[in-house]
């Protein structure tokens, strides 16, 4: 790994010594380096700032390194934390991992195997792959899907489970979240994968237009109609056909959907005769189609039909641990389009893309890589070239913290002496001794932040 000052690593011990030589050493290296003396503070340097990695002690006074890994882990898993450990603690080290740890060092430090991991677990990030489950490519099978989170390792288990059935399945989740991605996935891995995948955008066409899309029509049907046209379903027989927006879909055309259902035929437009089909429906929405259904806007026997199985694409602010894996994908996807190269994605930059709400989704995340991919300068992706929407909600949010949590190293230490008294029932000997502080430290402390 080339001398790079731009790298910058988070340490996290409460020996004051061991850190000193720690950021020492990482100096040396030419990166620059952060200290934390407890898992509080650390947890507070993470909302102020960005780290390309985090070398973090297991055991600490004040909150320790398995606490500090979940919190760190909630407000940006794209920083890898490793974890040092002695020998006698490596099943803690271990449960760690499982948590979501990059790796574990134990003590005394190799500064080689460290140096080794600390660039593994970076270049990790960069790539944005480590984690991906094979069941991920299985069920992705080409179609584009990308993420390693526990909602959508549960939604792709489902894929995997329902695809090879004849069941029709009906998709549900926001706008931008990328449920033709799932409709394509259950395609690949159904027993049909070897007919037609047909996608239909009900919400695109008017009724009388979406009747011929779907059905065909007769030449001579309505004017225009000049030769006969087979519909989508004659299209997708044998295979799937993919309904987008099916809660856009008026009354009419859902009782000619449900008969098609029913039969499993169809009738041109201005025809008379029926025709056999065999297709498997796959519909998406991204409504609430049992609330449209309680209003009287969607036909109950229709929903029923559609949703033997229901697959829900989370939000993806519900699966902010995927977005560093999407952000690089998109990066490298457009940096190629574009010609452009590209080194990666500044720390900051993925910070702000951890924490923004995405009300646009993953599709929002992947034109604000466009556009910044376009814009660029540098070899880096920026703040400075994201959206403006971005820029200002980075603005408005800087340092945004829960009550609890601190936004200075004095108010970690406030923090922890008020959770000391409340845990020793107001006990200021007990407290100091906790605190490996004097009493009388104790007290002035006390005193100083107006602690009641």
């Known amino acids: 790994m080339k001398k790079n000052t731009n790298v910058k690593i988070l340490v996290v011990d409460d020996e004051k010594v061991h850190r000193f030589m720690l950021t020492s050493l990482f100096r040396e290296w030419g990166w620059q380096a952060a200290e934390a003396d407890d898992g509080i503070t650390a947890v507070a340097a993470v909302r102020e700032g960005a780290f390309d990695a985090i070398l973090m002690d297991v055991r600490m006074t004040a909150m320790d390194g398995m606490e500090a890994l979940q919190r760190i882990n909630a407000i940006n898993p794209a920083i890898p934390v490793v974890i040092m450990t002695a020998y006698s603690s490596v099943d803690s080290a271990v449960e760690a991992i499982k948590m979501g740890a990059h790796d574990y060092l134990t003590k005394p430090l190799d500064f080689d195997r460290l140096r080794q991991t600390l660039e593994v677990a970076m270049q990790h990030k960069r790539q944005g792959e480590e984690g991906r489950p094979d069941e991920l490519r299985e069920a992705g099978a080409d179609t584009g899907i990308i993420g390693a989170s526990k909602p959508m390792r549960e939604l792709l288990d489902m894929v995997v489970q329902v695809a090879p059935t004849e069941a029709s399945i009906l998709i549900t989740g926001e706008s931008g979240t990328g449920k033709e991605l799932i409709a394509s996935a259950l395609h690949n891995q159904s027993l049909r994968v070897n007919g037609p995948l047909v996608k239909v955008n009900c919400a695109a066409l008017a009724e009388n237009l979406l009747e011929s899309e779907l059905f065909g029509h007769e030449k001579g049907a309505f004017t225009g109609a000049d030769r006969r046209r087979e519909g989508r379903f004659l299209q997708a027989d044998g295979g799937t056909l993919f309904l987008d927006e099916i809660g856009e879909t008026a009354p009419a055309m859902q009782a000619k959907l449900l008969r098609v259902l029913q039969e499993h035929e169809v009738q041109r437009v201005g025809g008379q005769d029926t025709i056999k089909v065999d297709v498997r429906i796959i519909a998406a929405t991204n409504r609430d189609l049992e609330q449209d259904v309680a209003s009287g806007r969607f036909r109950e026997d229709l929903y029923y039909r559609l949703n033997v199985v229901v697959l829900h694409m989370p939000p993806l602010r519900e699966r902010h641990g995927d977005i ?86 004095k108010d970690a230490e406030r923090i922890l002496i008020v959770k000391t008294l409340e845990e020793t029932g107001g006990n200021r000997s007990e407290a100091a001794r906790r605190l490996q502080i004097t009493r009388k430290t104790l007290l002035n402390k006390i005193r100083n932040y107006n602690i009641q």
Not at 387 to 392: G, M, V
């Open 324 to 409: 560093p894996l999407l952000a690089q994908h998109f990066l490298k996807f457009y940096a190629h389009r574009n010609k452009r190269q590209v080194a990666g994605i500044t720390p900051e930059c993925m910070d702000l893309l951890v924490r923004y709400p995405w009300p646009g989704n993953v599709r929002e995340l992947e034109n604000s890589i466009e556009r910044g991919v376009i814009l660029m300068r540098g070899e880096y992706l920026d703040v400075g070239v994201m959206p403006l929407a971005l820029q200002r909600w980075a603005g408005e949010n800087v340092s945004a913290e829960q009550p609890e949590e601190p936004a200075t190293l």
